[in-house]
């Protein structure tokens, strides 16, 4: 049965895209059949992986039903296809608004695609609004990216309740399965007094019904290396461009525990 | 004069806050009067500098009509003042929505001012919604935190449009006079290549009727320090915090290049 991930954090530049990216081409080299979905107007993830946003059928296309998934998605790596995005994917969150069933659209395309991929894995934009509401109706799973920073905390709270809420209402199935630590700057204090922070906050939610009852911190974080910052422009992933980086050790790393936690055997 | 500038990205996490914050401590420090507004319902300013959100009167007030800003003006430092942010001013943005003047409320309050500060300056939430748009109205100059990134540049496109757009039908005194490097990796390639493309561009715009003809990278960087991350977390600036680090040293560098380039005597 596909695995179907929304990956999301409302805050800006914590490591979404690139960990959709990098996590998706690893796993895709696992030999898994990976589809990635770029549900950001911003088109960052579609960039990163070197396709023109806009250049035929996408996420925009999908979500106003013009297109099937078939005809949106892009081969572009072994076992890793993408769903690219536009900046009309703006224009769909208004367009949206006042569609009957607006959550259940993507959903119902996740429901026929079955058959196709292993993996299906959602970038979503820094914001709490309809797309990535979309992507939390659609999916049975969340992982959230986080930079353990001080603040990082306080926005995690209110995207849990976001979650929670979707959950109540419209996808009884919805769960956050683990959070993975971006941008981490190793052996510096603040990075570890997050981590510690994070750790009372999730063990006070064991054995409760909120959907993050059994969320992990991933042990592979994701170290700061600038090799990940660049390989966007070249329209590459750190395995293209450096795979002997840390870069790529922590994706490959991350990869093998993502698929413990998200797509046990 | 008071000197009233927006800081503005709407791309998160490149460093407006922590700009806005530790350029302000440092203005303050040179003996300016400086008063910073949190235009963020996320409330990071007000946080970074020890101030309670939602405790007394603060922005959402000013812009709903209910505080004058003599009132919502907390001292935090010598020389320095912020009016605070909460959570209310998430509410504000669609209560202001069908306000006549909606755009002018704060521009009204500014004007009001000139007797008591040397420099407003304005940390503005990453999105170009109302709140964004009242800072851009209200003010004089426009400052960007920019992180030099690969895709860093191309949110620079659609920011430099509203701000055009802006100083064409509601603020014709409206400029874009600095860009402030943030999160600097000294010593990478690609700080070096997404300066060199920065600075290509800008070039094109001099002597034209934009907005950011004369636009200035400024020369003062601020390099990624972890310090920098730490000190909101104990209601501090870097100057209380850590006063011989580099994060110190760059914004007491950029204090005095901003003075040049923002409020010249
Ligand atoms: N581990 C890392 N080390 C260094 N740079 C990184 C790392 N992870 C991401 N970056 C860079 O930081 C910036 C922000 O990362 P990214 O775009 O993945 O975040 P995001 O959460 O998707 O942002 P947005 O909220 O805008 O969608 C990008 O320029 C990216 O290349
Ligand atoms: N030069 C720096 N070195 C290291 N960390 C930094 C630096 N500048 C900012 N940070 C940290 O990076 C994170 C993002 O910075 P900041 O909050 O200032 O960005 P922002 O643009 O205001 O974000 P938002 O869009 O969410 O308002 C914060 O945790 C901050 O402490
Ligand atoms: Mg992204
Ligand atoms: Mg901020």
Not at 136 to 150: G, K, N, R, T, Y
Not at 182 to 211: I, K, N
Request: net charge negative; proline share 5%; glycine share 8%.
């Amino acid at each position: 049965a596909v695995h179907t991930i929304a990956v999301i954090n409302q805050k800006g530049g914590v490591g979404k895209t690139t960990t959709v990216a990098n996590l998706g081409a690893a796993l895709a080299a696992k030999g898994k059949h990976v589809c990635l979905m770029d549900l950001d107007p911003q088109a960052h993830l579609t960039l990163t992986l070197g396709v023109e946003p806009g250049d035929g059928p996408g996420m925009y296309e999908l979500l106003t039903g013009s297109a099937a998934l078939g005809d949106a998605a892009r081969d572009v790596r072994k076992n890793l296809t993408v769903v690219p995005s536009s900046i009309d994917l703006a224009a769909a969150e208004v367009e949206l608004v006042s569609t009957v069933g607006r959550e259940q659209i993507l959903r119902d395309h996740l429901l026929k695609c079955e058959r196709q991929y292993d993996i299906v894995m959602i970038d979503c934009p820094p914001s709490l609004g309809l797309l990535t509401l979309n992507a939390l109706c659609a999916v049975q799973d969340v992982m959230i990216p986080l930079q353990p920073h001080f603040l990082a905390l306080q926005g995690l709270g209110k995207l849990l309740e976001t979650v929670s809420l979707v959950q109540k209402r419209i996808n009884p199935s919805l769960k956050v399965r683990g959070i993975v630590l971006c941008m981490y700057e190793t052996g510096t204090r603040l990075a570890g007094e997050v981590v510690a922070d994070l750790e009372a906050f999730l063990s006070q939610s064991r054995g409760t019904a909120q959907p993050w009852s059994d969320a992990r911190i991933l042990s592979a974080v994701i170290r700061r290396n600038v090799k990940l910052a660049e390989c966007p422009s070249h329209g590459q992933t750190i395995f293209d461009y450096e795979p002997s980086s840390n870069g790529a050790q922590d994706y490959a790393a991350l990869a093998g525990e993502f698929l413990n936690i998200f797509a046990p055997p």
